[in-house]
């Protein structure tokens, strides 16, 4: 890889880094709403459905404009977007108004994430590994989260959530050097510009299988801290520490995850993963005390190593439509997932919070099964420059 391109994938990761942060920081405010505001379960869960519905259901259609005009200025834009919503959400005591605040994050994450993935490809020249350093940027921006949000609300409470504008400030700088670095318009436009067949059948199987992920990490990222906090007989640094488990395992599970597909294959990497998921959700949900963080931490490596990997298959499944595959594997089958956040809330209200974490089970082993018979498509590749005819020479004319 070119230093051009190790410097454009740098800046990229760092960008995709603080553009993450704001999605990590809705579920990690989600403990504050209830101790601080008495929210129940399903009206916190509301605000993490909030952030996620716009976004899901958004960031496919820019992914589909991108695909026929190139838009780079949308990665600055949208990591500003994202973090004025979350550092909104806490001023002022109104439901109606942090339902807003945090909507208008969820759209300004989805304005960034189909053109920085198209930017990331490009950058990346086809390497998994290279693309995993991009999805590891985000993961460590959900990481971060957790802590940051405890630092800002143990400073001044909810109303001092302005604060966490400081990382989309940093981002918005960033994007535009990555921007300015992989050359703009024209190398996104080049990555646009592949060549083979879209083959629709195998990318929605591999969507509803993101879905199904998606679905798991998002009950997980509202509910885990408040979980743990029962199962463990601990306090806020109990449950901000189970957080930050989910979430900073994923930094190890996504560039794992690269350099595995690069030895075995993309497809056979997944479905372990989703195996391994089913397996630690249990371990979650039925192991008492401090042996939580363990699974916790395997539940971070099952959700995460195929993360990457979902982008690039996503991607080579529709080469001709890079925006809308990665608006969708990106996006929409990852968002997605907040739909399901209330319900789970209001059947922890019903019940309890671990039965409400039991359907979390099933749902790894679905996707699992839509994997199956699933096969590795061939990366999409740009075409050759067109090269200019060479000039003849006039000839000579007698005098």
Known sequence: MSTNRNRSIILLSLGHSCVDVYQGAVAALVPFFVSER?????????IVLAASLLSSVVQPLFGVVTDRWPMPWLLPAGALTGGAGVALCGVGGSYAL?????????????AYHPEAARAARAAAGGSNTAMGWFSLGGNIGFAVAPPLVAAVVAVGGLSASPLLVVPALAGAALCA????????????????????????????RLSGAIVCR?????????????????????????????LFVLYGGGALGTVAGGRLADRYGRLAVVR????????????????????????VALTSAGLYVPFALHITLGQDFLPRRLGTASGVTLGLAVSVGGVAAPGLGALADATSLRTALVPLIVLPALGRLLLCGLREPDPAVEPAPLQR???RRPRATSA
Do not use: C, K, M, N
């Open 98 to 110: 942090t339902l807003a605040a945090v909507a208008v994050s969820g759209i300004g994450v989805a």
């Open 272 to 295: 372990r993963s989703y195996t391994l998921t089913v397996l630690a959700v249990v371990g979650v949900i039925l192991v008492p005390g401090p042996a939580v963080y363990l699974f």
């Open 389 to 391: 005819p060479p000039r």
């Open 38 to 46: 008495a929210y129940t379960y399903a009206a916190a869960s509301g």
């Open 214 to 242: 998606s679905i798991v990490f998002v009950g997980l990222s509202a509910f885990i801290s408040l979980y743990v906090r029962q199962r463990t007989g601990g306090g806020e640094v109990a449950g901000t520490a189970a």
């Open 177 to 204: 050097a990555a921007v300015r670095s992989s050359g703009s318009r024209a190398a996104v436009a080049r990555a646009a510009a592949v060549s083979g067949i879209d083959d629709w059948t195998s990318f929605v």
